[in-house]
């Protein structure tokens, strides 16, 4: 048992596909385009442009602050960021400070614990550096295609303790953007964007640590687990030491596994932030609220309820089938015809029997499903039946059963085949054990 504790909380960038960028009329989506293209006097900050908000990334950001679970301020504003940096045209970045669109929310892991979300909220992207070699010289060039770019940000609470529940959350965070259908979520392409604010405390206490350290811009999963474990380990050294780290901003080197100090972290004072003087408040109103949440689609977590509930999924299954909208699409369209048990057709699709291609529909599936097993298409309500009335009728043996004598399961599995020859084993155990409860 280690002595510290880990306090572990997140920012994740999440870039929105939206047609525009967020204060102007250039195409939001940059990726791959030629440098500096994609660019107008507002996104590359000229002097007496005016940005005007994007109306469809304010949906957005608030769909998702709905989708996890926040309460949304129907009177926000957009606040200046001010720093400097050349992927930064207007030396200051337009974000929320104090009224961000959507707070207090809340996420929950599969073990039953709850992370607080603090906020989400709408900033834009930040132009891109590129390191290059022009005339033999080593230059750093900008691009701004990404500048202006709708950006969301969502910041947790620091109520994880371990990588793990980490990696689970980010991954919970990708896959309800992709369901809204907001962003790709790509963090190859950089659409979404990893820190995590990592300190420890010694075991028992219960206040933040006086510091936190700040891992920035990771791009996968691996990476960031890698990232917070190097920098825990780290961390326990220094304090094992008496010293406390530093308040840092840190990268994490892929070849090297280890994270790299950036430079010390600024206080949100030194941001200097101000209301943004071009953009007047926003006003949402309850009606506008309560309609984007009555278009919401099934969030994964309710998609994990109902294969639990409704089907009795095992875990495993549960997991491949709710990440992946097609496999869970066929699943319930095969499921509700009634004529193979789901678990039956779970294992088929999560096992990959279908070979290299997803069967187009549930009678293609149904149909593959049926050849494999070589049985003939049997009626699922004649062997209900017939599993019914055998049950009532061997009062003993169902008992036996309820009391754990296995051998009681195959005396009735015998009885249901000695009037239904061709009822697959599998689905007669799993009916008797369902009725005969
Ligand atoms: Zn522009
Ligand atoms: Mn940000």
Redesign the pocket.
């Known amino acids: 048992m280690s002595d510290w504790q880990t306090v572990l909380g997140f920012?994740v960038?999440v870039e929105l596909a939206t047609n525009s960028k967020m204060f102007c009329g250039c195409p939001a989506d940059h990726f791959g385009k030629t440098p500096n293209t994609q660019t107008c006097p507002v996104c590359l900050g000229l002097p007496g442009a005016l940005p005007v908000p994007n109306a469809k990334a304010i949906e957005w950001c608030v769909k998702l602050g709905l989708a996890l679970g926040c309460k949304v301020n129907l009177f926000s504003k957009f606040d200046r960021?001010n720093y400097f940096y050349p992927d930064l045209s207007k030396a200051y970045?337009i974000?929320q400070y104090d009224l961000p669109f959507c707070s207090e929310g809340k996420v929950e892991l599969s073990n039953g614990r709850t992370i607080r979300i603090t906020r989400v909220?709408m900033?834009e992207d930040t132009g891109k550096l590129q390191h290059a070699t022009v005339d033999g010289e080593k230059v750093t060039l900008v691009d701004f295609n990404r500048s202006g770019v709708p950006?969301v940000?969502i910041v947790t609470e620091p109520d994880f303790d371990n990588p793990e529940d980490g990696t689970e959350f980010l991954k919970e965070i990708q896959q309800i953007v992709r369901t809204l259908g907001i962003s790709s979520a790509d963090m190859e392409k950089g659409s979404m964007r990893l820190e995590a604010n990592i300190s420890v405390r010694p075991v028992g206490e219960t206040i933040l640590p006086p510091y936190k350290v700040e891992v920035k811009n990771v791009n996968s999963f691996r990476f960031i687990k890698k990232a917070i474990e190097y920098e825990v380990s780290r961390q326990i050294k220094v304090r094992e030491a008496g010293n406390i780290p530093l308040q840092e901003t840190r990268g994490f080197s892929e070849s090297r596994g280890e994270t790299v100090s950036q430079r010390t972290k600024e206080n949100a004072n030194d941001y200097r932030y101000f209301p943004e003087p071009d953009i007047p408040p926003v006003q949402l109103t309850e009606d506008q609220v309560k309609r984007w949440k009555s278009q919401l689609p099934k969030l994964p977590s309710e998609v994990r309820s109902e294969l639990k509930s409704v089907y009795q999924l095992s875990l495993h299954n549960i997991s491949v089938i709710s990440q992946d909208n097609a496999l869970y699409k066929l699943f319930t369209e095969t499921a509700q015809m009634n004529s193979i048990p789901a678990k039956t057709i779970a294992d088929f699709l999560v096992n990959k029997k279908y070979g290299n291609t997803l069967p187009e529909s549930p009678d293609q599936l149904i149909g593959l499903i049926q050849s494999s097993t070589k049985s003939t298409p049997v009626d699922m309500g004649e062997i209900e039946k017939i599993v019914k009335d055998i049950i009532s009728t061997n009062e003993k043996a169902v008992a036996d059963l309820k009391s754990g004598k296995t051998q009681s399961l195959f005396f009735l599995v015998g009885q249901v085949k000695r009037q239904l020859k061709d009822a697959p084993v599998e689905t007669v155990k799993e009916l008797i054990e369902k009725y005969s409860r």
Do not use: D, N, R, V
Request: proline content about 0%.
């Open positions: 920012e960038h960021k970045q974000s909220h900033e950006l940000e």
